[in-house]
C-alpha cells in the first residue's frame, strides 16, 4: 500500500524560531498533498493545498507567510513554520493523493509530527 | 459553509453493536470517507462512499444516502481497541477533505 512518512516525528523549539516539517510519499508519486492542523480532541483542519510544481492554495485563516509550504518534487512537500509562537503548538498531519490510480480518491495519511513551541 | 456534523462522544459494551452518524451539506458532494483516528496517530481509512448504499468491510460498514446528506458507519461485535475517534470527511468538487469534529467512541467490557 501507498506510505507516507513525516519528518520529524516530533519537535520542540523555542519561541521565534521556525521549523520545518517533511511529508514524503514513499512509494508512489503525489502531485497533491495536503497539511493539516489537530489540537487535543479536536477534529484536523486542513491548513493548505500543496500541488507540485506552483503555489500552495491556503484555507482561510491560515497565514502564508508564517506557514510556508513547498513542493518541489513529486515525493516531498515540506511544511515551514516560520517565528514560531507556543499557539502554534499541535500536530501537524500530512496526507498525499495518488497519481491517476483508480483509488484516486483515497488520501493516504502521515504518521504526524507533534510540534511543541517553548 | 460546508458543515459536517457527527456526534462529539458515545459509548458502547465490548461486542455490542454501534452506529455513528454524520450529515453533511449536499451541494458539490463528491465523496464521504471514514476514518480511525487513535490518539496520538495518524487516522487511518476505514471506508469510502460515493453512491448511495452500504459498503461492508468486515466488522465495519459504512451507509451513504446522498439526497439526505447522511452517513453512518456500523460497528459489530465491538471489541475494546476499537475505542477511538471515529471522523467522518467529505469532499466537495475539488480534491480536498473537510473533516467533522469526531466522534469519540470509548468501548467498555
Known amino acids: 500500500g501507498a506510505v507516507v512518512s513525516q519528518h520529524p516525528s516530533w519537535v520542540i523549539c523555542k519561541s521565534g524560531t521556525s521549523v520545518k516539517i517533511e511529508c514524503r510519499s514513499l512509494?508512489?508519486?503525489?502531485?497533491?498533498m495536503f497539511w493539516y492542523r489537530q489540537f487535543p480532541k479536536q477534529s484536523l483542519m486542513l491548513m493548505a493545498t500543496?500541488?507540485?510544481?506552483?503555489?500552495?492554495?491556503?484555507e482561510q485563516g491560515v497565514e502564508k507567510d508564517k506557514f510556508l509550504i513547498n513542493h518541489a518534487s513529486l515525493t516531498l512537500s515540506t511544511l515551514t513554520v516560520t517565528s514560531a509562537h507556543p499557539e502554534d503548538s499541535s500536530f501537524y498531519i500530512c496526507?498525499?493523493?495518488?497519481?491517476?490510480?483508480?483509488?484516486?480518491?483515497?488520501?493516504?495519511f502521515g504518521p504526524g509530527t507533534r510540534l511543541t513551541v517553548t | 459553509g460546508q458543515n459536517i456534523d457527527q456526534p462529539t462522544e458515545m459509548t458502547a459494551t465490548e461486542g455490542a453493536i454501534v452506529q455513528i452518524n454524520c450529515t453533511y451539506q449536499?451541494?458539490?458532494?463528491?465523496?464521504l470517507f471514514w476514518y480511525q483516528q487513535h490518539a496520538g496517530e495518524a487516522p487511518t481509512f476505514l471506508s469510502y462512499?460515493?453512491?448511495?448504499g452500504l459498503e461492508e468491510k468486515g466488522r465495519f460498514s459504512s451507509f451513504l444516502s446522498r439526497s439526505k446528506g447522511y452517513s453512518y458507519l456500523l460497528l459489530k461485535e465491538l471489541q475494546m481497541k476499537d475505542s477511538a475517534s471515529y471522523l467522518c470527511?467529505?469532499?466537495?468538487?475539488?480534491?480536498?477533505?473537510?473533516f467533522g469534529t469526531g466522534t469519540r467512541l470509548q468501548v467498555f467490557p
Open positions: 496526507s498525499a493523493r495518488v497519481v491517476g490510480g483508480d483509488s484516486s480518491y483515497e488520501q493516504y
Open positions: 512509494d508512489f508519486q503525489a502531485t497533491t
Open positions: 500543496s500541488n507540485e510544481g506552483s503555489k500552495a492554495t491556503y
Open positions: 449536499t451541494s458539490g458532494f463528491n465523496g
Open positions: 462512499n460515493v453512491l448511495d
Open positions: 470527511a467529505v469532499r466537495w468538487n475539488t480534491d480536498k477533505l473537510i
